[in-house]
């Protein structure tokens, strides 16, 4: 039986910083982003322990040459990101932040990281749905996986990231499918130059590929109709960050949003669970087109967004760079001291 005698969370943070040697206000996002955290534990607590996923996977369209580079890349980036090399697993070395690379679908033989591999890329969508709903229920499984298995360790803020040469692309797809959006407002240049041929090019194929795929992406239950838009137009890892996303919410601990990939996932999450808005976090405004509209599914302005460095680099760059600011806050609005014991001075 619950104790009467407990206040809600919200009561216990309104008698626990009013004392404290703040200005009401002063420090802003902060202290809203310290409030949503201990709102979603249950409890006040100055101690985040965090982990960083990154989820790595090929995309189709990018293997046959239609978007972006030489797929291969992922591989030796994320190969590159397991020994630490990367911008955002320097983020994490240096600011003690734990972090995995997961292969849910890297084009290569073996499995690099956690082997968590679905297949080695999915389909063209010019062509073909990306996966099949077996392959989208894999992917999704083992990103709710992860989170279960930090849980069960301690961890109790995540943080996601990406990597997967067209996975803009993708997300674009997605994007446009899930608000019903022109590509002209979801797609950006991505790891493309920003020249208008190559941008009308980019467009032209998912304005070509949700042609292709309307009439599969439709469903009268939301939660379906979003399985639907990814499995067809989406990648593995936007479908494991999906999946992370939402076992954040059943298991209640905040999770950090990164760039454009991440908050497609994300927009994607909260049309399968609407209290995904209590648990995510934002961290940095991606300069591509559509993160704006991307983070607006999920409630998050852009007044809302703490870092506005103009960032595109994926990885979760910029969620790594917001983990340590929030833990460095969290710790503060704990063991701040308060006016009583200032005024002894």
């Known amino acids: 039986m619950k104790d009467k005698s407990v206040l809600p969370i919200e009561e216990q943070l309104n008698r626990f910083l009013q004392p404290k040697c703040l200005i009401p206000g002063g420090l802003g996002l902060w202290e809203e982003y310290f409030r949503k955290i201990c709102t979603a534990w249950g409890e006040i607590s100055g101690e985040i322990r965090p982990q960083h996923i990154i989820f790595s996977a090929d995309n189709g369209c990018n293997m046959e040459g239609y978007v972006g580079y030489n797929y291969e890349v992922t591989q030796k980036q994320s190969r590159n990101m397991l020994l630490g090399r990367s911008s955002a697993t320097q983020f994490c070395n240096f600011n003690n932040i734990p972090y995995e690379v997961v292969d849910v679908g890297i084009a290569s033989d073996d499995g690099i990281g956690v082997d968590r591999k679905v297949a080695k890329g999915t389909k063209n969508i010019l062509n073909h749905p990306a996966m099949t709903e077996d392959e989208f229920n894999s992917a999704f499984q083992s990103g709710y996986e992860r989170v279960e298995h930090y849980v069960k360790q301690g961890i109790n803020l995540f943080s996601f990231g990406e990597m997967g040469l067209g996975n803009t692309t993708t997300s674009a797809c997605v994007l446009s499918a899930l608000t019903g959006a022109d590509p002209t407002e979801t797609v950006g240049p991505g790891s493309w130059p920003n020249k208008p041929d190559l941008m009308k090019r980019k467009i032209d194929f998912v304005r070509a590929v949700l042609d292709k795929h309307k009439a599969s992406i439709v469903s009268d239950s939301e939660v379906e109709r979003v399985r639907k838009?990814?499995?067809?137009?989406g990648g593995f890892d936007i479908a494991a960050i999906l999946g992370a996303m939402l076992a954040c919410v059943e298991f209640k601990k905040p999770f950090v949003i990164d760039g454009f990939i991440t908050s497609v996932a994300a927009a994607c999450a909260v049309h399968m669970n609407e209290r995904i808005t209590d648990y995510a976090l934002p961290s940095h405004h991606s300069r591509e087109?559509?993160?704006?509209?991307?983070?607006?599914?999920?409630?998050?302005?852009?007044?809302?967004?703490?870092?506005?460095?103009?960032?595109?680099?994926?990885?979760?760059?910029?969620?790594?760079?917001?983990?340590?600011?929030?833990?460095t806050t969290q710790h503060m609005f704990v063991n701040v001291g308060t006016f009583a014991d200032l005024m002894k001075l």
Request: hydrophobic residues 50%; proline residues 2%.
């Open 229 to 233: 838009i990814v499995a067809h137009v």
């Open 289 to 327: 087109k559509g993160t704006e509209l991307a983070l607006a599914e999920v409630d998050i302005t852009q007044d809302m967004v703490p870092i506005q460095a103009h960032m595109s680099m994926g990885e979760g760059t910029g969620a790594i760079l917001m983990v340590q600011m929030l833990k």
